[in-house]
């Protein structure tokens, strides 16, 4: 089996700041023509700004497709991104950032359900770093993963964010917000 998630492009890093959202600014990093980043303030493991290349314009590709893919995200008509993608991370960080794609919007997991999905039950504490270093957070939903007793633990971009995407999504699932089919994120790495 290939691994779902491709392996960065090797293209020219560069990265843009989508400051009008409700979380707060989003820096996005693109390396060629996939996302290959997307980062809040105060992140933890945010990596150092001189990584994400020079400045480009929010309207320059690929940059504006995810821009207008976030907005309508934040405005509820979407439920589902489809952009190419190009996380940085080992073989198995990878196959967890896709699983996680597999949630469906405004739906959970637990970390050791997503761990028995990836037929590895007993690598919870492993998924959950995965999970916590996730590079392009809200687009690959690593919010959509609580504790064992359905408290929201761990979340790189601080757990009131967790808490805000989470009960917006809870109140977006459903048709008065145009939900689309949650399986076209896969679409994301295909």
Same mark, same amino acid.
């Given at each position: 089996m290939s691994d779902p998630v491709p392996t960065p492009t090797g293209g020219e890093r560069c990265h843009a700041v989508l400051t009008d959202t409700p979380y707060g600014p989003l820096t996005l990093v693109a390396e060629g023509e996939a996302l290959a980043g997307l980062y809040m303030t105060d992140q933890r493991h945010r990596p150092p700004q001189e990584s994400f290349g020079p400045p480009e314009d929010l309207e320059s590709p690929p940059f504006a497709a995810a821009?207008?893919? *976030?907005?309508?995200?934040? +405005?509820?008509? *979407?439920?589902?991104? +489809?952009?190419?993608?190009?996380p940085r991370g080992t073989p198995f960080q990878r196959r967890v950032w896709a699983a996680l794609c597999d949630i469906p919007y405004g739906g959970t997991l637990s970390y050791g359900q997503l761990a028995?999905? *990836? =037929?590895?039950?007993?690598?919870?504490?492993?998924?959950? *770093?995965?999970?916590?270093?996730?590079?392009? =957070?809200?687009?690959?939903p690593c919010h959509r993963v609580i504790g064992a007793s359905g408290s929201l633990t761990g979340y790189g971009g601080g757990l009131d964010r967790k808490r805000r995407l989470l009960d917006f999504e809870r109140g977006g699932a459903g048709e008065e917000r145009g939900t689309e089919d949650p399986g076209g994120q896969q679409a994301l790495f295909g």
């Open positions: 821009v207008q893919q *976030l907005r309508a995200y934040f +405005d509820g008509a *979407l439920t589902a991104f +489809d952009l190419p993608l190009a028995a999905r *990836l =037929g590895r039950p007993s690598a919870a504490r492993a998924v959950g *770093l995965a999970n916590g270093k996730n590079p392009i =957070g809200i687009i690959i």
